[in-house]
């Protein structure tokens, strides 16, 4: 069964603070890596990564897979309280037996920036 | 481009009845997914459909959950009966290539 951990599952900072939210996992047929932020309901899409060593970034936000230790960072530098949110980390695997790729979610990291 | 819909937003309902929950996927992605997030937990994967073949539903449980996908484009999830442990927030989400997956809003159901 394909598993995603998430660690810490809650992080308590105060604004210009820097972060770090790990994500490891254990999958059959990896294909890629996806990051989520979830604020109300719907999770909105971060980053996606299928390379080793290729960091992503998008403004304060920045993701690194290393797939040889099976894990994931996003860091979020100078943090504000608008970064409040549940930290999704989903891995896409090739569904057995089929072509198909099948998303599994860690159970999320809750973060809660302060002023 | 409109985003994925669905409905309603929120549901109350006592035990033992029942609810259909229905989406309505980005129009042309083929991967719908159907997710059950319980309070203070990551997404759970119901089931999967791609077009309107099921490609995962090992996580559906099936003596009161049911997922149909007519002609590949909306979806319909029901349970019967609720429990009150059914209690969570249900995601859909679509997907052109089976990666990216973009979410609607969400149904949250309350059991009681």
């Known amino acids: 069964e394909d598993k995603v951990v998430q660690s810490p599952l809650s992080l308590v900072v105060h604004e210009g603070d820097t972060v770090t939210l790990n994500c490891s996992y254990e999958v059959t047929n990896f294909r890629s890596l996806l990051w989520y932020k979830q604020e109300k309901k719907a999770p909105t899409f971060l980053f996606m990564l299928t390379s080793s060593g290729i960091e992503k970034k998008s403004g304060r936000l920045s993701s690194i897979l290393d797939k040889k230790e099976l894990f994931s960072i996003l860091n979020i530098t100078a943090t504000q309280t608008g970064d409040s949110a549940i930290y999704l980390c989903a891995v896409e695997a090739r569904a057995g037996g089929t072509s198909y790729g099948k998303l599994t979610f860690g159970q999320g990291t809750i973060l809660t920036v302060h002023p | 481009e409109a985003g994925v819909a669905q409905s309603p937003r929120y549901k109350i309902i006592e035990k033992r009845q029942s609810v259909a929950f229905w989406c309505n996927p980005i129009s042309g992605h083929a991967t719908l997914y159907w997710y059950q997030q319980i309070l203070g937990q990551g997404p759970k994967l119901l089931i999967q459909f791609q077009n309107n073949g099921v490609v995962d539903d090992s996580q559906l449980p099936k003596d009161r959950f049911s997922a149909e996908r007519l002609k590949g484009v909306d979806s319909t999830l029901k349970i019967q009966p609720a429990k009150l442990e059914d209690s969570a927030v249900y995601l859909c989400?679509?997907?052109?290539?089976?990666?990216?997956?973009?979410f609607g809003q969400g149904t949250r159901l309350t059991v009681v």
């Open positions: 989400a679509s997907s052109p290539t089976g990666n990216e997956a973009f």
